[in-house]
């Protein structure tokens, strides 16, 4: 039972929307990220306040004082969870209680204050109310939905900002990677962790992803598509690559994903998928795996397959793991059988092709 919202949202709708036949053009070939619906929600927190002044008003750029800590700190935390279209017509979110909840967790981590469950639903709820028309249908399309929390006090002194903002924007979104779903390889960093004991890995905070940008560079310069980092203690264990979590198949069909230690993001997909696979009677072993170890076992047959997963990238399969000195898997490999399969359940669901065991759909239009 979810509870219901204690504060009201005020509505003031653009003057400026797209015409019909704009929209139609960006939904029929959305991208990722590019492209923003016609209206946003914010909601402000101040330590007097609490949590106030809910809205929904049009999507545009927010004013800030040049001293906020959000833009010297990076007091700042966000999540990703989408919109799916129906055949009926209908729109659904994918367990957005999970969003909330991990939100709430980033926000502890980086002295934020955390939204409860209920304005979080509800914020999600009364933006598709007015921009329900930006979520495609085309096969594999979605709205991406974008709640973010920023420290928005003026105050240049390193502590806890006492007042914050929280919005959520909207975007359609095709596939994350340019290629779709063709697998992609993968570039393990030498030299950089995302994420230290006791740091912010598991937190969904923008910094753990601005300090994976030169990684990733140094990863396209290598012709692959994400990096992949080791734990920052020894180097050897496979943490998570630089938006998305990761997935081995060995060959007789278990799955195997490095275990969550408390530097690792807590992806509601990853989480997702061990259930599913457990639903279809699979061995998911969530445990510390060493890079020597997918190295020989992707060589010799014994991991058969790989992928990358996240809510922008849904579930990505991986052809090769790369790294200075040595190629896990082949730039050629086809994606794997077990990795489409587990797509195809997941999205069967999404989508409402398939039934919802678990309860994970929730309506908003
Ligand atoms: C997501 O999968 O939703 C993410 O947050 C990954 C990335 C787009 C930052």
């Known amino acids: 039972m979810t509870a219901t919202a204690s504060i009201e949202f005020s509505v003031t709708p653009s003057t400026n929307r797209r015409s019909e036949e704009d929209r139609a053009k960006i939904l029929a070939n959305p991208g990722f990220g590019v492209n923003f619906s016609d209206h946003m929600v914010g909601i402000d927190w101040s330590v007097d306040l609490g949590w106030h002044n809910a809205r929904v008003q049009p999507y545009g750029p927010l004013s800030l004082d040049p001293a906020c800590s959000v833009l010297h700190y990076a007091q700042e935390i966000f999540e990703g969870l989408k919109a799916y279209r129906h055949a009926d017509g209908s729109v659904w979110a994918f367990r ?14 980086l002295a934020l204050p955390p939204l409860p ?22 096969p594999e399309t979605s709205l991406y939905l974008r709640p973010f929390t920023i420290a928005s006090e003026r105050f240049l002194g390193v502590r806890a900002a006492q007042k914050a903002s929280y919005y959520v924007i909207a975007s359609p979104a095709g596939a994350y990677f340019p290629k779709g779903v063709a697998p992609v390889s993968i570039w393990v960093s030498e030299h950089y962790t995302r994420a230290a004991r006791g740091g912010t890995g598991a937190a969904k905070c923008g910094g753990n992803y601005s300090a994976s940008l030169l990684p990733q560079q140094e990863a396209y310069k290598h012709g692959c598509s994400q990096v992949l980092f080791l734990d920052a203690v020894d180097g050897t264990y496979l943490e998570e690559l630089g938006g998305m979590n990761l997935f081995l198949v060995r060959k007789d069909g278990s799955l195997l994903t490095p275990s969550l230690t408390g530097s690792i993001l807590e992806g509601v997909t990853r989480d997702s998928l061990i259930q599913l696979a457990k639903d279809q009677g699979r061995v998911v072993e969530e445990r510390q795996i060493t890079l020597e170890e997918v190295q020989v076992g992707m060589n010799n047959g014994e991991i058969a397959e790989a992928f990358a997963c996240g809510t922008a990238a849904v579930i990505t399969p991986i052809c090769s793991i790369k790294g200075k000195g040595f190629v896990a898997g082949r730039d050629d490999a086809p994606a794997g059988e077990l990795t489409m399969s587990l797509r195809k359940a997941l999205t069967d669901i999404q989508y409402g092709r398939a039934g919802d065991p678990h309860g994970w759909m929730m309506r908003l239009a």
């Open 96 to 109: 957005p209680q999970a969003n909330a909840a991990r939100m709430q967790r980033s926000a502890e981590r």
């Open 117 to 138: 469950e209920a304005e979080f639903l509800e914020s999600i709820r009364q933006l598709i109310m007015v921009d329900k028309d930006w979520v495609p249908s085309a």
